[in-house]
Antibody, heavy 129, light 107 residues
Framework: QVQLQESGPGLVKPSQTLSLTCTVSGGGSISSGSYYWSWIRQPAGKALEWIGRIYTSGSTNYNASLKSRVTIAVDTSKNQFSLKLSSVTAADTAVYYC????????????????????WGQGTMVTVSS | DIQMTQSPSSLSASVGDRVTITCRASQSISNYLNWYQQKPGKAPQLLIYAASSLQSGVPSRFGGSGSGTDFALTISSLQPEDFATYYCQQTYSSPWTFGQGTKVEIK
């Protein structure tokens, strides 16, 4: 059973860079299977916001609203992927989740949709001086 | 970006009630629509994908319907463990976007 675990500092100063790592375990290599690996965040009491994703080839997709500040990278040797968010402000305070972005086939098996089928437990990051 | 609008924002219901939550997309997304359940302090869990396909392990009292711009999540007989917040999500076009959530509370 694949498990994801976020790690990183819980407090970041304004204007600095937020750095988080997601470790994938229990399901073999992060490179096995056709999966993207995503980051999602959720400010307290608010909705979920997709930040971006990476394929194990290194190909990335970012939310345009954050693209200028976001870098997602993968380290297949450590079965990890990471998030860096630069120039943070209080608005970046949130619970940050990593998740597996899977192609789920339906019907006759010809069609698929992307969905987040495995999530980490989340890590709270506060931006404050 | 595609905007996802859920209604209601919250509802109160009793155990055994039939509950329906709706989600509207700002443009047609075919059936690229997923539903998640989130309990306090926990990560979301996938319930329904492709608008109406039940994720493995999810109880059959959960059902999804809709296509295009209008979708619904129905819980046929609400159980105590179903009190949570529910989110819809589109994966038709990047960036993936979520609705604002519907909180299901105990009446």
């Amino acid at each position: 059973q694949v498990q994801l675990q976020e790690s990183g500092p819980g407090l970041v100063k304004p204007s600095q860079t937020l750095s988080l790592t997601c470790t994938v375990s229990g399901g073999g290599s992060i490179s096995s299977g056709s999966y993207y690996w995503s980051w999602i965040r959720q400010p307290a009491g608010k909705a979920l916001e997709w930040i971006g994703r990476i394929y194990t080839s290194g190909s990335t997709n970012y939310n345009a609203s954050l693209k200028s500040r976001v870098t997602i990278a993968v380290d297949t040797s450590k079965n990890q992927f990471s998030l860096k968010l630069s120039s943070v402000t209080a608005a970046d305070t949130a619970v940050y989740y990593c998740a597996r972005d899977t192609r789920l086939y339906y019907g006759s098996g010809t069609y698929y949709v992307d969905a987040f089928d495995v999530w980490g437990q989340g890590t709270m990051v506060t931006v404050s001086s | 970006d595609i905007q996802m609008t859920q209604s209601p924002s919250s509802l109160s219901a009793s155990v055994g009630d039939r509950v329906t939550i709706t989600c509207r997309a700002s443009q047609s997304i075919s059936n690229y629509l997923n539903w998640y359940q989130q309990k306090p302090g926990k990560a979301p869990q996938l319930l329904i994908y492709a608008a109406s396909s039940l994720q493995s392990g999810v109880p059959s009292r959960f059902g999804g319907s809709g296509s295009g711009t209008d979708f619904a999540l129905t819980i046929s007989s609400l159980q105590p463990e179903d009190f949570a917040t529910y989110y819809c999500q589109q994966t038709y076009s990047s960036p993936w976007t979520f609705g604002q959530g519907t909180k299901v509370e105990i009446k």
